[in-house]
């Protein structure tokens, strides 16, 4: 098994990384070529053109390791996502921030709740054990989410960082991806995805139920993280000034305390990335979190995160869309996705004094979904929430979105637009 691990390693990481240099030369981030990858390598292509590749090289035994290492990078790049997370975006562009991220998220949730009145019948979307909201809130949410950290990496690239679009952007993106994040906790408890909790005697006591342990385990965390939490940790920020960066003895604290995050949110329903997200807010800022970012990042993002793209793309199946009634779903959920996200934010952005170029450029970035989305539909059906006709259509519309974002940005907003936004101070520079 050992040997069948290393050769599934030694094809993932060339895959991903050739398609995505590939991306890069046609002006794509390279984490969509990385999507595309997965893909490539699961049943969709590799599978049809090599059937054996399931039993010579991703065999079960080693896609069961293939699963642990797909999350824990997740639950990694969840931790460094938090740590990126800036509240300070929030101050100087809070009401339009907010208008707009409301937009991005109400519409997406009233279409996810019209679409699940229809899907719900078509064989392979749901689980036919979930109720309506239940379904209407994870398409809401997944149609709501919004690819923050590629959003984030677009505006600092070009240099957009102090300007009104990226301030905005940044802010938007930020509190819908945490409002997303909540309703998936939501759906994830009243799915049952945690075990009742019984108090006293056998033969006596109380049952808490699964939803009550799973919604109150995670807020107690989310608060005590947050507060107490907070103040414990700042004394790593400190440490990191005086010795000026992260030891190797801080480090492996850090990783216990991200596991110990993760192991929680995990046993209590809701998920291990859930851990790892609120955990890195909480962390402390300055040198602490830029040298633990530089240590942790290089791991996760080109060795692990690999393995959660690979693991996506051996769930996704395409040819389930040869299906007349699948291709109609995704095509209508596509549709659905651009129009709740993309013209949504716009709208908002309009009602909110932005020019149209800035409005339509902020619809632009919210609308992609990137790795997000991809987190979100593999939590769905490691829950059973979802059944592989949704999950491969939805992966579908995460690539499509990503693939839209940089080329349709430079088009409505532009080289010349960004040179005159652009601070003072970058100007000079």
Request: charged residues 15%; aromatic residues 8%; contains cysteine.
């Amino acid at each position: 098994m050992a040997a069948s691990f290393f050769l599934q390693m030694a094809i993932i990481l060339l895959a991903c990384r050739l398609v995505g240099l590939l991306a890069k030369k046609v002006g794509q981030p390279q984490v969509v070529g990385e999507m595309i990858a997965g893909v490539l390598l699961g049943p969709s292509l590799l599978g049809v053109l090599w059937p054996a590749s399931k039993t010579e090289i991703f065999t079960q035994d080693t896609r069961r390791i293939l699963e642990a290492g797909a999350q824990l990078g997740v639950g990694l790049y969840m931790f460094l996502v938090g740590l990126e997370f800036n509240i300070g975006h929030f101050k100087s562009r809070a009401r339009s921030a907010a208008c707009v991220s409301i937009a991005g998220m109400v519409v997406p949730f009233i279409l996810g709740s019209l679409l699940v009145l229809w899907l719900q019948h078509v064989t392979g979307i749901f689980s036919p054990k979930i109720e309506y909201y239940q379904g209407a809130l994870f398409l809401g949410a997944s149609i709501a989410i919004t690819a923050f950290p590629m959003l984030a990496r677009i505006i600092s690239e070009r240099g957009l960082s102090g300007t009104s679009l990226g301030t905005l952007a940044l802010a938007a993106g930020a509190i819908d991806d945490a409002a997303a994040w909540c309703v998936l906790a939501v759906v994830l408890a009243t799915f049952g995805a945690s075990q009742p909790l019984h108090l006293g005697p056998a033969n006596g006591g109380i049952t808490i139920g699964a939803e009550v342990v799973a919604i109150g385990g995670a807020v107690l965390y989310g608060v005590l993280a947050l507060t107490i939490g907070r103040k414990l940790l700042a004394g790593f920020g400190r440490r990191a000034e005086r010795e000026g960066g992260v030891s190797q003895a801080m480090m492996a604290v850090v990783l216990a305390l991200f596991c110990f995050a993760a192991w929680y949110t995990d046993i209590i329903g809701v998920h291990a990335v859930f851990g790892g997200f609120i955990l890195g807010i909480a962390m402390p800022r300055g040198l602490f979190a830029d040298d633990l970012r530089k240590k942790i990042e290089p791991f996760a993002v080109v060795f692990l995160l690999p393995m959660f793209f690979t693991f996506s793309g051996l769930n996704t199946k395409l040819s389930v869309l040869l299906q007349p009634a699948v291709l109609v779903a995704g095509v209508v959920i596509l549709l659905a996705s651009i129009a709740g996200k993309g013209v949504a934010c716009w709208a908002a952005a309009r009602l909110n004094g932005e020019d149209n170029r800035t409005a339509m450029a902020v619809g632009t970035l919210m609308n992609a979904r990137g790795l997000m989305e991809l987190i979100i539909i593999n939590i769905g059906l490691q829950k059973g929430v979802i059944g592989e006709a949704l999950f491969s259509i939805l992966v579908v519309m995460a690539i499509v979105t990503t693939l839209m974002a940089t080329p349709v940005f430079e088009l409505v907003y532009g080289r010349k637009q960004r040179s005159l936004d652009l601070p003072a101070e970058a100007e000079g520079a």
